[in-house]
C-alpha cells in the first residue's frame, strides 16, 4: 500500500451510523427469530417473515411463547416474540427503508471495482487492532450521549459470548474484530450505505431475498443485460470466493484479516459473510457455492447466533479483559501494527 494520506472525515456523524447499525441488526434479529421458528410451524415457505409475524401477531401484550426455539447455548436467542418487539421491528424497519433505497441503488459494479482499487491504492491509518478498536468507539460514540461505547462492547460482548461457549481462540478473535472496518465510514467512504447493512453479490441478479428488494429498480445494474442475469458473470457453482460481493464493513476487514493475519478459513468466511443474509439466513445464491462454501455456510450462520444475540447481555470491564485480548490480538495479528 501507498502512504498516501487520506482525510479523516465525519468524527461527528458517527453516532448516525451507529443508529442506522443497530437498526439494521434489530430487524435482522426479529427476522431471523421468526425464520428459526419456520419449521416448527410447518409454514408454506412462501410465505415472508413479515406475514408470519403479522399472522401471530397477539391481540394483547402476551409473549408469544410457544415460539420457542433452543440452540442451547450462551448466545442463544431469546425464545419468545414479544409484542413489544414486534413493535420496534416495524418502528426500525420503516428507518432503515431509505437507507436501503440509498445502498441498494448505489451498490453497482462500476462502484464496487472502484471501491477496491481505493482500497489497494490507499493506506488509510497505521494502528494497533487494539488501538483501532478504541478508536472506533470513540469515533461513534463521543458524539452520541445516549451511548457508551457500545462499539467497543459490541466487539467484547460477542467475543466473551463465544468464549464462554468454550470456542477456540481464533472465533474469539473473530467476534473481537468482525466489526472493526466500520472505521472504514471516518477514512473514506461515501455514507453508511458502503459500510453497513446487509451484503450481496454484486454482477449477477439480485434476488428476492434480499431485504427491500423493490429498491434495486433504481439500480444500473438491474436492467444490464448481463449482471440482471441469474449467474451473471459467473458460472454456476464456482464458489463465492470467485464472487464479488457488496462493498462494506465485512469486505474491508476481510481484506485487512486475509493479508495481515494468520486467521484460518473458517474465520476469514465468518467476518467476510457475517452482513450477507441473503445467503446465510434465506438461503438464496446456492447456485453460486461450492462445497466448501457448504462448510462455510455451517461456520457463519455458527458465528451469527453472537453476532445477533450477545448484544446487551452483559457489559464487561475493558481494563480487566484488556489483557487477555491483548494477547490474543497478537497471536493472530503478528506484526503490532496493522494498515487499515
Ligand atoms: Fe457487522
Ligand atoms: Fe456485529
Redesign the pocket.
Known amino acids: 500500500m501507498s502512504n498516501a494520506k487520506v482525510k479523516v472525515i465525519r468524527t461527528h456523524e458517527g453516532h448516525l451510523l451507529e443508529l442506522v447499525?443497530e437498526d439494521v441488526q434489530s430487524v435482522n434479529a426479529f427476522k431471523t427469530r421468526l425464520k428459526l421458528n419456520q419449521d416448527e410451524y410447518s409454514l408454506n415457505d412462501t410465505q415472508d417473515t413479515e406475514h408470519i409475524a403479522k399472522k401471530r401477531k397477539p391481540q394483547n401484550d402476551v409473549e408469544v411463547s410457544s415460539l420457542t426455539t433452543d440452540i442451547g447455548s450462551t448466545a442463544q436467542e431469546p425464545s419468545s416474540v414479544s409484542v413489544d418487539e414486534f413493535r420496534q421491528y416495524h418502528q426500525a424497519k420503516s428507518r432503515v427503508r431509505e437507507f436501503y433505497r440509498e445502498q441498494h441503488e448505489k451498490q453497482t459494479m462500476a462502484f464496487n471495482l472502484q471501491a477496491r482499487v481505493n482500497f489497494k491504492t490507499k493506506s488509510r491509518a497505521r494502528m494497533t487492532i487494539w488501538e483501532a478498536l478504541c478508536k472506533l468507539s470513540m469515533l461513534i460514540d463521543d458524539s452520541d450521549p445516549d451511548t457508551e461505547l457500545s462499539q467497543i462492547d459490541h466487539a467484547l460482548q460477542t467475543a466473551e459470548a463465544i468464549r464462554a461457549d468454550g470456542k477456540p481462540r481464533w472465533m474469539q478473535l473473530v467476534g473481537l474484530v468482525?466489526?472493526l472496518?466500520?472505521i472504514l465510514y471516518f477514512f473514506d467512504s461515501e455514507g453508511q450505505w458502503d459500510v453497513?447493512g446487509d451484503t450481496f453479490p454484486i454482477g449477477c441478479k439480485f434476488v428476492d431475498q434480499i431485504i427491500f428488494h423493490g429498491f434495486f429498480k433504481g439500480n444500473p445494474d438491474d436492467s444490464h443485460p448481463i449482471y440482471s442475469s441469474e449467474l451473471g458473470i459467473y458460472e454456476e457453482s464456482c464458489g463465492l470466493s470467485s464472487v464479488m460481493i457488496s462493498w462494506g464493513?465485512?469486505e474491508y476487514m476481510y481484506y485487512i484479516a486475509k493479508s495481515q493475519s494468520n486467521l484460518n478459513e473458517k474465520a476469514l468466511a465468518m467476518i467476510r459473510y457475517?452482513?450477507f443474509y441473503p445467503w446465510h439466513r434465506e438461503g438464496a445464491y446456492s447456485y453460486l457455492m461450492n462445497k466448501k462454501d457448504h462448510e462455510m455456510l455451517k461456520e457463519v450462520q455458527e458465528f451469527n447466533k453472537y453476532?445477533l444475540y450477545s448484544k446487551s447481555l452483559k457489559r464487561y470491564d475493558m481494563k480487566e479483559l484488556q489483557p487477555y485480548y491483548l494477547d490474543l490480538i497478537d497471536e493472530f495479528f503478528p506484526e503490532k501494527y496493522v494498515e487499515f
Do not use: Q, R
Open positions: 447499525d468482525h466489526d472496518g466500520k453497513v464493513h465485512d457475517h452482513s453476532d
